[in-house]
C-alpha cells in the first residue's frame, strides 16, 4: 500500500483563529489542550523548517488577538488577516499565502472545528490539496459538534493526526541528533514528556552498549 510519508519537505502547517475571545466558547477540549497544541505545531514548523500560514480575522477583532503563548513562539512571523468568511480561502490575501508555500499537503489546526477549520478544510480539498487536521490541536462547541464535523472531512479524505505524532513523523528517530532539540522542545508541552524522556534515556544507554560491544 503507498501510504505517504510527512516530511518537511512536502507540508506546510496552517493555524486558524486561535483567538483569546474564542478561549470560552469551546468545550471539546480544555483551553490548556487547546493551546499546547498551537504552541506545539507552531514548534514543530519552525524549528523544523516548514511552511507556516497563521491566520486570523479582521487587524482590529473585537474578539482578541493571537494567543500570547503562540504568538511568543512565532514572534515577527507575518499574521494573515481576513474579513467575516468562515471559508478562509474566500480572502485573497490566504490563498496567495497557502499557495507561496509551494507544498500541496496541508497540516490544519484551530477554531472552531465546525466554522472555520471545516470550511476552509472542504475548499483545500476542492482545490486539490490533500490535508491532515491535528485533532488535538482543534476545538469545537461541543464534543459531538467537533467530532461530526471531523467524521465529514475524514470521510472525504481527510487524514486525522495529532500534533506530538505529527513532530515525531518529521523528527522520526532520536538518533537525529541535528532537530533532536527541536523535538525535545516540542515534546515538552506533551502530557507524556516525563515518559518520552525516559524512553530516550534508554535508547541512548543501549546505544552506547551497542557502540561499545562493537569495539
Given amino acids: 500500500m ?3 510519508t510527512r516530511t518537511p519537505a512536502n507540508t506546510a ?10 478561549a470560552n466558547v469551546f468545550d471539546s477540549q480544555s483551553l490548556a489542550e487547546n493551546i499546547a497544541g498551537g504552541v506545539g505545531l507552531a514548534k514543530t514548523a519552525l524549528g523544523y523548517g516548514i511552511p507556516l500560514v ?6 482590529q477583532d473585537p474578539r482578541g488577538g493571537l494567543y500570547p503563548e ?6 515577527e512571523h507575518p499574521i494573515v488577516h481576513r474579513g467575516g468568511s468562515f471559508n478562509a480561502f474566500d480572502f485573497p490575501g490566504f490563498a496567495e499565502a497557502i499557495e507561496a508555500t509551494g507544498r500541496k499537503h496541508l497540516v490544519i489546526a484551530g477554531l472552531m472545528s465546525e466554522g472555520c477549520i471545516l470550511y476552509t478544510s472542504l475548499d483545500a480539498l476542492r482545490r486539490g490539496y490533500t490535508i491532515s ?3 488535538d490541536a482543534t476545538a469545537g462547541a461541543t464534543t459531538v459538534i467537533h467530532d461530526a464535523a471531523l467524521l465529514r472531512l475524514t470521510q472525504l479524505g481527510a487524514t486525522p493526526v495529532s500534533w506530538l505524532s505529527l513532530a515525531s513523523e518529521f523528527q522520526v528517530t532520536y538518533e537525529n541528533l541535528e532537530t533532536l532539540g527541536v523535538y525535545m522542545d516540542v515534546m515538552s508541552g506533551a502530557r507524556t514528556f516525563g515518559m518520552n524522556i525516559a524512553a530516550l534515556g534508554n535508547a541512548q544507554r543501549v546505544g552506547a552498549l551497542a557502540t561499545a560491544d562493537g569495539q
Avoid: R
Fill in 2 to 4: 503507498d501510504i505517504p
Fill in 13 to 22: 502547517i496552517v493555524l486558524i483563529d486561535y483567538v483569546t475571545g474564542f
Fill in 54 to 59: 497563521v491566520t486570523l480575522g479582521p487587524e
Fill in 70 to 75: 503562540i504568538a511568543d513562539v512565532i514572534g
Fill in 133 to 135: 487536521i491535528v485533532v
